[in-house]
């Protein structure tokens, strides 16, 4: 099964500062997508960039933009102008795109924003 | 926008009981999934089901049932609750195809307490 690894599980950043999430993952399948969804406190799970492996350039959403290193298999995550509200459990996710319906997430990284 | 209700937010049961979760999504969306979210142990797949009548086990499904009588709902059951199933469970939904777009939407969670 494919593995995905989040190496820190906290993270802080000033606000209106940049702050990057790594995301490793491990995988045999030459043709994947990767995610990363948001969790805010007690409230739902939302998606937030996602990326086809099979495109060189990296995706980009607004202050969210992604580092995709596929040959070393990394797939981190970098907001900028921290805000407020960008306060949350994110978690980075793998799924096969022909190996069926399920979904690989790693373990959280928590991002905490300091006024 | 896609819409993933379950029917708890907060949940709270004896040992020995029979637990029913409910989910139901409102976009026609062919496959559904049950995760159980766990501090520092990220989302882990517990059941999904691609129709209606059809499932498939994911990675933790030994204590779990589930039903999908219809294509909207899809229920996960605890046949006999015991206090290691204490956990925060989400519900997830996704339109059937292999493409990047098709990722998943989730619902608010239930937080499940078993005494």
């Known amino acids: 099964a494919q593995t995905v690894t989040q190496s820190q599980p906290e993270m802080s950043v000033q606000e209106a500062e940049t702050v990057t999430l790594s995301c490793t993952y491990d995988?045999?399948?030459?043709?994947?997508?990767l995610f990363w969804y948001k969790q805010p406190p007690s409230r739902q799970m939302i998606l937030v960039i996602r990326?086809?492996?099979?495109?060189?350039q990296n995706a980009t959403e607004n202050r969210f933009s992604v580092n995709f290193q596929k040959a070393a298999k990394s797939f981190s995550l970098k907001i900028s102008d921290s805000q407020l509200g960008d306060a949350a459990m994110y978690f980075c996710?793998?799924?096969?795109?022909?190996?069926?319906?399920?979904?690989?997430f790693g373990t959280g990284t928590s991002l905490t924003v300091i006024p | 926008d896609v819409k993933v209700t379950q029917s708890s937010r907060y949940l709270v049961k004896r040992t020995g009981e029979k637990v029913f979760l409910e989910c139901v999504q409102d976009?026609?969306?062919?496959?559904m999934f049950w995760y159980r979210q766990d501090p520092g142990l990220g989302l882990r797949l517990i059941y999904f089901?691609?129709?209606?009548?059809?499932?498939e086990k994911g990675d933790i499904p030994e204590g779990y049932s589930v039903s999908r009588e219809k294509k909207e709902r899809f229920s996960l059951i605890l046949e006999s609750a015991s206090t290691n199933q204490t956990s925060m469970y989400l519900c997830?939904?996704?339109?059937?195809?292999?493409?990047?777009?098709?990722?998943?939407?989730f619902g608010p969670g239930t937080r499940l307490l078993v005494l």
């Open positions: 997830a939904s996704r339109r059937r195809g292999t493409g990047v777009l098709e990722t998943q939407y």
């Open positions: 995988t045999s399948e030459s043709d994947y997508y």
């Open positions: 990326q086809e492996a099979y495109k060189q």
């Open positions: 996710a793998y799924r096969g795109r022909d190996t069926g319906n399920q979904f690989y």
């Open positions: 976009m026609d969306h062919e496959n």
């Open positions: 089901s691609y129709d209606v009548k059809m499932k």
